[in-house]
């Protein structure tokens, strides 16, 4: 999860680095409607989960998982044996994941408050998502924390906004837009994935929306 970016950049000219705190109060007031905004993506995080390969039995980490949108298509591909591993920094985010876990009776969801760069876990986990998460894949220090729970072969799939081709002003304007509300930097939105890539090596990368989304998948490689 992430916010609204601080308006104006630094004297440097560069878009400022992901801000912790204007993210938890973003999402402290989009809490209450934060499901319905993401509605219209729910044909890709669909895409995203599938993309994981989920087997029964897995473990996965839902990295920002925020209200536990993904929860129900996770469990879904993990059976009854499987373990979700929700990861969120917004207490109220969080309570909303809470109670959907509740209301559905799941067993084999653990959720952690925490920024993800600080998060503590012990297992290592079989996949990771990374729906939406723009402020996380900006931090080396969240990113790097992110592939200490994974094992060697861990699949890696993440979606969400990106710069679409410059001749699409329609479309970039509208990702800035969106990106006012859901990320605290526009920093990094022409390969959101780079800092992930750059860990594990190529990924598949495909654009979605005359480029103003992307789905991006890897392996975490078996000599980290």
Known sequence: MAAA???GKPAGGRDPAPDRAAAIGQYRRRAATYDLELAAFEPL????????????GETVLDVA????????LLHAALGPQGRI????????????????????????VELIESPVEDFAWRGRADAALLHFTHDVLQ?????????????????IVATGLKWAPRWALAVNAAVRVAAWRSTTTLA???RPWRLLEARIGPMTVEARLVGAVYVAQGVVPSHR
């Open 139 to 155: 931090q080396p220090r969240a990113v790097d924390r992110v592939l200490a729970h994974l094992r060697p072969g861990a699949r």
């Open 5 to 7: 970016p601080r308006r």
């Open 188 to 190: 990094g939105l022409d």
């Open 85 to 108: 591993v929700g990861v969120e920094q917004s207490h109220e985010m969080l309570e909303r994941a809470r109670r959907r876990v509740a209301d559905e009776g799941w067993h084999h």
């Open 45 to 56: 995080r669909r895409e995203a989960v599938r993309r994981l390969g989920l087997r029964p």
């Open 65 to 72: 998982c925020g209200t536990g949108l993904s929860f129900g």
